[in-house]
């Protein structure tokens, strides 16, 4: 199943990054959050990738023309320095497009530049390329394909740092409460589509707007609600969050790192700082 990755956008809200290089390379460790997005979907076999590039898309051209595979896998180094022997590889199976569609141009136009390259596809995938998750991507599909519909997002609870806040016309505050008290979920940017989703996209459109609300009236837009790890990459403080995450060992979104659910486990599960984990193949913790 092919994977539309959206890396076009100029995320005004990175600036730290963004004059230089768009979003989708900001790093988390030694690769960009695209890198770790993609490994994800790669790992449950959807190795097949769309890039729909945009603002500084000769950057994310020339990271995977000059793509060095030592940085995320362990090698041997022999022949005075000459003979480079991996122990594994990232991108062997990948096959990628790298396509133009627009420096301003929406995410609906973005997918709709790239619709010759689906028209085979009965379903495909599409992402943001600026969250990653734990989700049991499988999971994900199977519950799309039991279902009459077009397409399907995840929908996530926001974080608990905000309060909601209830006032009369007075102004009077009549009740404030933690925003993870509430029965509110936002598109978490995780998106499985069946190809009909075409049909409703117009020129200009955006994805989110207009598309879907046709979709919604029509019953033909479903959503997955999960509790489980997932976060974003919209600031500075997201990036660091994200890159403390990865240094501490806790980079939960690494599923290619941890057994996957359902196979048999080879260490026990253990307990550190009142959360399980399990140990992989090379020792590192896979938090549950």
């Keep these: 199943m092919k994977v539309v ?3 076009g956008g100029q995320g005004m809200r990175m600036k730290e990054y963004s004059e230089s290089i768009p979003k989708p390379m900001v790093p988390v460790g030694p690769r960009p959050i695209l890198w770790h997005i993609m490994k994800y979907y790669a790992h449950y076999g959807h190795n097949e990738f769309i890039l729909c590039l945009g603002h500084q898309g000769h950057v994310i051209k020339d990271y995977f023309l000059h793509y ?5 896998n362990d090698f041997t180094l022999s022949c005075g320095s000459k003979q480079v022997e991996l122990a594994n590889r990232d991108l062997e199976n990948w096959t990628i497009r790298f396509v133009d569609t627009g420096l301003n141009a929406t995410i609906g136009q973005r997918l709709r530049v790239v619709r010759p390259l689906l028209q085979d596809d009965d379903i495909f995938m599409a992402n ?3 969250a990653v998750t734990d989700l049991n991507l499988p999971e994900l599909i199977q ?4 279902r009459d ?3 399907v997002f995840v929908s996530i609870q926001p974080g608990q740092s905000f309060h909601v806040v209830s006032s ?4 009077l505050v009549e009740n404030i409460r933690p925003v993870g008290d509430l029965d509110i979920w936002i598109n978490g940017g995780y998106f499985v589509f069946r190809r009909g989703i075409f049909d409703y996209i117009r020129e200009g459109e955006e994805l989110v707007a207009e598309p879907f609300q046709r979709l919604i009236a029509e019953k033909k837009l479903v959503t997955y609600k999960y509790q489980g790890f997932w976060t974003c990459m919209d600031t500075f403080k997201d990036r660091q969050r994200l890159e403390d995450l990865y240094t501490r060992g806790e980079a939960a979104w690494q599923v290619w790192r941890c057994p996957r659910r359902g196979e048999p486990q080879a260490a026990e599960v253990l307990e550190e700082k009142g959360r399980p984990f399990f140990l992989d193949g090379e020792g590192r913790p896979c938090f549950v």
Excluded at 68 to 72: I, P, Q, V
Excluded at 143 to 146: A, K
Excluded at 168 to 171: E, I, K, T
């Design 5 to 7: 990755l959206f890396c």
């Design 68 to 72: 060095d595979e030592c940085l995320s």
């Design 128 to 130: 943001y390329s600026d």
């Design 143 to 146: 519950f799309f394909e039991d």
């Design 149 to 151: 519909a077009v397409g």
């Design 168 to 171: 009369n016309d007075n102004n």
